[in-house]
């Protein structure tokens, strides 16, 4: 795809679901974004930082100041004793061998490249791997039914997981998965109560782009 094509697209997606915010691209690479900027961050922070300042991020496993992020993107892998230690230390399972139970359930993180890149989705160097969408549940409805217009499978949804984890599940499943960004997270960034995360494999980001005048999720017109 021509990154004309591809800016075309995210204007059509923007504009049909009037979306607040662009929507933000990740990738992995072995080389970083030549625009991009390098702060130790969480994913998590990173994301708000592009929220906030407009700009593309390369993190790598020197960067990731979380233990869990760099596990997600498969820099590090934690044993599943250790990340039930993270979830026991957040309170978010009643004992240790619950949330075992459930690390054990969760997609495993690959390793998929040196740097994952983050950032506006218009500002992205190449097509991206997944499309992390941060919207209400009026547009996630939108979104996930234009992804849906040539076929869909039911996912999925891991519940007690990190923002980041998102980029992961999308990948390992190969489907999109949706995220309610936790309360932990909302405590460290400036993420709206009423907002979540559509994350799309970059194949279902154009099927949406695409599919807008012909389905009712799109053009109104299309459902008349």
């Keep these: 795809m021509t990154m004309s094509k591809l800016t075309k697209q995210v204007k059509g997606l923007v504009q049909a679901l009037d979306l607040e915010r662009m929507p933000i691209g990740a990738g992995f690479s072995e080389s970083p974004d030549g625009k991009g900027i390098d702060r130790k961050l969480r994913i998590c922070e990173a994301l708000n930082v592009i929220r906030q300042e407009n700009v593309v991020v390369n993190l790598s496993k020197d960067k990731c100041t979380c233990r869990g992020g760099c596990h997600v993107a498969g820099w590090q892998t934690l044993p599943p004793d250790e990340l039930a230690e993270i979830y026991l230390g957040a309170k978010a399972y009643e004992s240790k061998e619950t949330a075992m139970a459930s690390v054990r359930t969760q997609p495993q993180p690959m390793y998929r490249g040196r740097f994952l890149i983050l950032g506006p989705l218009d500002k992205f160097e190449a097509c991206p791997d997944v499309v992390l969408f941060f919207v209400n549940l009026a547009q996630a409805d939108r979104i996930l039914g234009l992804a849906s217009y040539k076929g869909a499978e039911p996912y999925m949804h891991y519940p007690v997981t990190s923002m980041c984890s998102t980029i992961?599940?999308?990948?390992?499943?190969?489907?999109?998965?949706?995220?309610?960004?936790?309360?932990?997270?909302?405590?460290?960034?400036?993420?709206?109560?009423?907002?979540?995360?559509?994350?799309?494999?970059?194949?279902?980001?154009?099927i949406a782009a695409e599919s807008i005048?012909?389905?009712?999720?799109?053009?109104?017109s299309a459902s008349e």
């Design 213 to 220: 005048p012909y389905s009712g999720y799109g053009s109104p």
């Design 168 to 206: 992961t599940y999308a990948l390992a499943k190969g489907k999109p998965d949706v995220n309610f960004i936790s309360v932990f997270e909302r405590r460290r960034g400036t993420w709206s109560p009423n907002e979540l995360i559509v994350t799309l494999p970059f194949k279902d980001f154009q």
